[in-house]
């Protein structure tokens, strides 16, 4: 069983940050990359920004230079800072973790950006 917990979505205005926390647990021996996704109603599910084991990173165009995804090994936690935040950053923003080249993802977690 592996579990993924997000917290740190929320409500804020434009230009505005927010943090977003994962903490995977249970049977993560060989959790590789983990990340960020996010989906908005009608929309499929973006990839929003990854990384894996040795801190390599990789960032959807449209949040670079704006989020940023960092990692702590020893707590299996992963962190998204969004900064500048737009109305169209609006969305569920879903962990997702790879152990063994299987994929796992968290319940979700709403963010949501006024005008």
């Known amino acids: 069983q592996v579990q993924l917990v997000e917290s740190g979505g929320g409500l804020v205005q434009a230009g505005g940050s927010l943090r977003l926390s994962c903490a995977a647990s249970?049977?993560?021996?060989?959790?590789?990359?983990m990340g960020w996704y996010r989906q908005s109603p009608g929309k499929e599910r973006e990839l929003v920004a990854v990384i894996i084991s040795s801190g390599i990173t990789n960032y959807a165009a449209s949040v670079k230079g704006r989020f940023t995804i960092s990692r702590d090994n020893a707590k299996n936690t992963v962190y998204l800072q969004m900064n500048s935040l737009k109305p169209e950053d609006t969305a569920v923003y879903y962990c997702?973790?790879?152990?063994?080249?299987?994929?796992?993802w968290g319940q979700g977690t709403q963010v949501t950006v006024s005008s």
């Open positions: 249970g049977s993560i021996s060989g959790l590789n990359a």
């Open positions: 997702n973790a790879v152990i063994f080249a299987r994929a796992y």
